[in-house]
């Protein structure tokens, strides 16, 4: 058929193993201090943890950046 080239038999990009992450205890004193810095509520604080619920409002992607900046005049 015209238009179709012929295909190499090389391989494709080779994909390199992803280096597995470490197991975190997610109840470690650490962890239970960020935690608490971070977290405003128990609901809050599970979604945080990826113990979500169906019908769980879905977090914000990213801050929107403003081009105009306001500045406070004082007095």
Do not use: Y
Request: glycine share 14%; with cysteine.
């Amino acid at each position: 058929m015209p238009g179709k080239g012929k295909r190499g038999k090389g391989r494709g990009k080779s994909r390199g193993k992803k280096p597995k992450k470490p197991e975190v205890d997610i109840l470690s004193p650490a962890a239970m201090l960020n935690l608490h810095c971070i977290a405003h509520n128990v609901a809050d604080c599970l979604q945080l943890r990826g113990f979500r619920w169906p019908g769980a409002p879905k977090g914000k992607k990213g801050k929107k950046k403003t081009t105009a900046t306001t500045t406070q005049e004082s007095h």
